[in-house]
Each structure stands twice: as C-alpha cells, then as structure tokens.
C-alpha cells in the first residue's frame, strides 16, 4: 500500500566476467549454438559457481544457476550416459544376429563370421571418416548418427548374402567346390546388394549439394563409407564365409576350431533354409483376395492420415530441447519462460567504423527500431548510445540540430563529454576506440560500436524469421558504415529453420529420383522400379506425418534422421522386388517365393537395426530420442510396405518373366520351375546327349530344358506337355519324356 516492493516471486541477478586479451582462449566449450571464447580460468569460476549456487540449501529458496558453459556440459554428459544405452543394443543386435546367421549347436554358430561382418562395418566406417576428412570435410555432432545407418545397411547385406548361401546349398551337392559356391552365391546376393548400395550411395551423393555444411560433409562422408561397407562385404566378408564353411566341412568347432567333433552331423540343408513360420504362414494367406484387399485399403490409408499429419508438421528448432529433461539448466528456463514471459532474446546491432560525416546514417538506423518498437510486433525495447548522446547534445550543450555538432573537431569532444557524463557513462562498453578514451579529451576514432535491442517472445519461424529480417533491412537501408549487422545466438537455431525445410525437400526429391534412376537401369523392369519407388514414398510419408503425430518438429536433426531413412527403407522393397524378378511361377508363386527366399534376410536385417535403436527409447536426450523415433518408424514402415504391401501389388500386378507365365494366380498354368536369366548366368550350350526332347509325330521338333537346379523330373514333365499342347493346338505329343 505504500508503494514500497516488500516481495518478489523471483530475483534474476547477472555476474559478468571479464577475460583478458592476454590469455590463451578454449573454444572447446560452449552454449551447443556458437563458439563462445572463454580462458581456463573462466570456466574453472563457472564450474564453481554452478557448484556453489547448487549445493545452496536455504528453506523456501530454490537457485537455478545458468553458466556459459552449462549448456555444452550438461549435453556431454547426457550423451555420454546414452552411450552406454546404445553400446547394451548393439551387445543385442550383435548376439542376435550371431544366432540369425548360424545355428545354435558345436559346429554351425557363425560367431566369427559374426565378427567379421560387423568388423568389415566398423572399416567403412573407419573408411568413410578417414577420406572425407583428408579432401576437407569435418567431423561434425551430425557424424554421430552414422553408426546406426552403416550397421543397418551393413548388417542387412550380410543376411542377403548368407540367405543366398543357404539358398545354394538347397539347389547343390555337399560337397560342390567352395569358389564355385561362392560364385553362385555372389551371382544372385551381388545383384540385389550391388543395386541397394548404388541407390543408397547415390541417395546421398546428391545430398552434398545442399548449402549447408553440416550436412553436405554428412553426405560426403556416408557416400564413402557406404561404398566401402559394400567392397568389404562382397570381398572379406564372403571370403570369411566361404573359411567358415570349410571349418564346418570339416566339423571344427565353431567356437574353438581345433577340436574336431568327428562324429557330429551337421544340420540338413532345408532345415536351415526353410522360411519361419511368419513367413509360412503369410504365404497360405497371401493367396486370399480379401487379404489382398485389406492390405491395400489399410496402406493407402495409412498413407492418407501420414500425409495430413505431413502438411501439418511444424518446422522448428529450439536449441533448448536438446537439453536432458531433469536438469537444473531445463529448470531454469521453464522458470524464466513461466516468470518472465515478455523477456525474449536481446540481440546486438553492430557497425564498423563510423565518425562524424555518418551522424545523420546513425540517426536514420536509431529512428528506423524506434520505429519498428511502436508497431508492437517484433520488438519490445532497445538501448544504444545515440539517443542519449542527442538528448545530452541538445539539452546540456544546447546544440539546436546534429549538424551543429556534425563537425570531425566537435563530435569527438562531445561524445568524450557524454561517455563520462551520469547518464553516458553505461555506454562505454557499447565502444571500441582505437585508442585510449580519456576523461577531458577528444574520443578516439571509433572501430565498432553496438546497441541492444529486445526481442518480444517469437513463436516459431513464422514470427522470428519476419523479425530478423525486419532489423536487417533498416540496417541495410541506412549504409551506416562498411559493416553493419544484428545477431544474437538464437540466429544459428533460425538460419536453420529458414532453410531446413527447403533443404529437406530438395534432398529427399533427388534421392527420390537417383533411386528410381539407378533401380531403372540395374533391374530394367519398369513396372518393379515403379513399386519399389511407391514403397519408399510411402515410407517417407509414413514417417514424416507419424513424426508430427508423435511431436516432433522438422529441425537439424530429424531433418538428418530422415535422409538416413532413405538409404534404409530403399534396401526393404528393392530386395524383395529383385527376388520377385529372378523367381519362377505366375504372378502369386513369384511373389511367394520372393518372400521365402529374401523375406527371412530382409525382415532380420530390419529387426536388428530395430533392436540396437530400442534401448535409446529410455534416454532422456531429445538428439537420441528422435534418432529412435525416426528409426522406430523406418523399420516398422519400411518392413511393412516391403514385405506385406509389396508382395500384394506384386501378386496382383507384378510383371510376368516368360510366356508360360500367364497362368492363373491360384497357381498350376504357370511354368514354376523356370529359372530367370538374370540369375542363371550364362548359359551352356546344349548337347543331345545331356538334355531330353520331346519328340513329335511327322517333322521331328525338339524343345531342350536347360539344368533345373535339382528339381525332380516329374515335376516338369506334366508342365511340359501341357504348355506345349498350349502353343501347338494339339494334346496328341507323342510319349513323355
């Protein structure tokens, strides 16, 4: 009642440290925004002054201290801490696929061979690091995300290949030659992993044009490394392989190979390649049009709700929500949001060398934020010298206009007057003098000067963007000096939601169409090139829209995380449509074998992406927390689209390889046992004496069936006879053969 504050909910108090020019700066350390110089120390005073005002225990007070370096620390510390999250699932990945690749007994437990695959990863990494580092693109935070994009792609090529070795061995002897497995099992594995790697690394080969750096030397660097991981997969890796098989051959143990189990026989052959039970089971009911028709319905509109969520995505990215949620840092901005709310940022206007011929450009800028303060959009307040030194001018020295004073031997003296004057003197840190100012003589020549001015509370781009641009065109305007600009440390957090957006969309439109290239040309098959690219739409769609339903924001990150999801997702459906395209039968036997014979590989190689991310679900670091959500989404999308919807669409309108493949979809017209051009090889050419014939009646006419991979007579012979009766007219062939 009496006018007096006698309370206050919350006191704000500053400490300002000053670092010497003559120390030697650590720009190691900072808010996680910008490079803030600080001296040893500096930070060792700012490490005990959050120390301090924590370990303060006062009843009813509550400190919440707000160092320099509080940010950058508090950061390492969570990222360190989810390290360790992250090291339990790739234990888990690991020992998962260890049991995935081999089997569980004396002989058959692929561990080494394990090893080797991930090591091979670990070198393309190591690879990709190394070279995009020696031709000058740096190691960025962003860099931390390429563990989980090399090991899933990696991981995934090593399941295709070990498939298509199991596959092999169905089809060969025990005891065929190693390199000639090997071959046959490079024969059909490199097609699809030689197809998945030129569409990934392409992907983000034109993903380096973007502006900005960050990102380009993420490209770069995962171009290489992927590129690598691929040399190395195909080379050292097939190489282990083909070791392993000759230590079980000769029944080495698999754990320690000099103890021989002589006596132990090894698992048969179509036991290990027989599909799981999922697998099975989605084959009976793939045949179903109702399932068909179900599939379809739910993808599209799964897709429809994805893509309205897309629309409404936000694009923003707040620097704060990097912060681990429980921290003292995260308390003290709720508490200044919550207690403060008109305070936003305070950003610096800045010039360059002014003197007295500029007087009248400095005014011109003054006026302009004043302006711009009485619209009551963007600004709420500014304090800079100029108008006090005018005010000082008129009312103390009793000047009547600028020009009076406009003058080079006049200005000088007044603004030394005014900087130790009562009302003057708080602007002297404002100045940088090329010179020593001293009380009772002329100022120096200025080098720089600087004024605040504060922010209102912006919400979003739509706001701070129209700000920042609202300041810089009235500096432009005035040509205050050769230098002139604003800036403030949120400006890094805004220039990115400026252009991520465009960036994003950019990035994701040519990979989308390097993908549809490169698969073109290496499948030649327009109508499975054209799946393919559905599924990866799709996919991206799904994640983008499920992202905003999840909370998310478009900013750096999830921008990076989901450029990563191409390079995943682009693996699922190109395998299964490769498959598709070398299988036998009619439209729904190629489609069930695609996915007996490539849909165990693929859904392990998502799963286990899936498994060394899941651990991440528990940190309380936003960077980890949006690398599971956008990989959560990858493989649950990716898995979904390529081994449900695009086996369905393939059924339906999947491309026929021969002429005997027009046969009805419920299965028998069809010539299954047909093997594709693109995975037999170059054929022998056939001799009388190794291939039968079928003879007919009158003019003798020969039909030659080349090697049927191990297939039994009888199941071609009634085929045989009966697509010929449909070509010749005619049921009367002669005896069978």
Known sequence: SSGHVVYARAALMYWNVEVPDDVE?????GGG???TFADKDTLEWESRFVEAALSFDFPGYNIFPNAVRSFGDLNEQAILFDVLKLVIGYIIMFVYTVFMLGRINKLELRLYMTIVGIVSVGMGLVIGIGISSLIGYPYTPIHSALPFLCLGIGIDDMFVIVQCWYNMRKHEADDVPLPRALGITLRHAGVSVTITTLTDVFAFAVGAITIMPGLES??????????????LQITWFAAFLALDERRIRSKRNSIVPCIIHKDYNVTPVNSIVKAPWIIRKYSKILASKVYRFSVIILSV???CVAAWGASMIKQKFDPNLLLPLDTYLRRYLEIGEDLFPENGWDTQV???HIDSSQLHSIDKLYEGIHQLKKERVYIRNYDGFWDGLKEYAFDVKKYKSIDDFAHEDVFPMLLSDFLFSSDGGKYKKDFLFNGTLECGYPAPPITATKFK????????????IPARRAIETIINSTAVSDVAFSHVKIYAAWETDEIIGFELMRNVGLALVVISIITLILLTDIKICSMAFACVLFTLTDIVGFLHFWHMTIDIISCVSIVLAIGLCVDYSVHVGHAYLIAPGNRLEKSISALETIGPAVFNGGFTTLLAVIVMAFSKSSVFLTFFKVFFLTVTFGLFHGLVFLPVVLSLAGPLGGPDEEGSESGGSGNSETTSATSSGPSTPPTSSSLPSVIGQGQQNMAYITEMEGKETESWRPRLIKVMSKKTGSMDLGPAP
Request: net charge neutral.
């Open 301 to 303: 509109g799964v897709v």
């Open 25 to 29: 700066l650590i720009t190691s350390v």
């Open 453 to 464: 001015v504060n922010l209102k509370v912006l919400k979003g781009p739509s706001e701070h």
């Open 218 to 231: 993420f490209c770069v660097c995962t171009a290489i490394a992927l590129g690598s991981i691929y040399f």
């Open 350 to 352: 800045y010039t360059g």
């Open 33 to 35: 925004v910008e490079i």
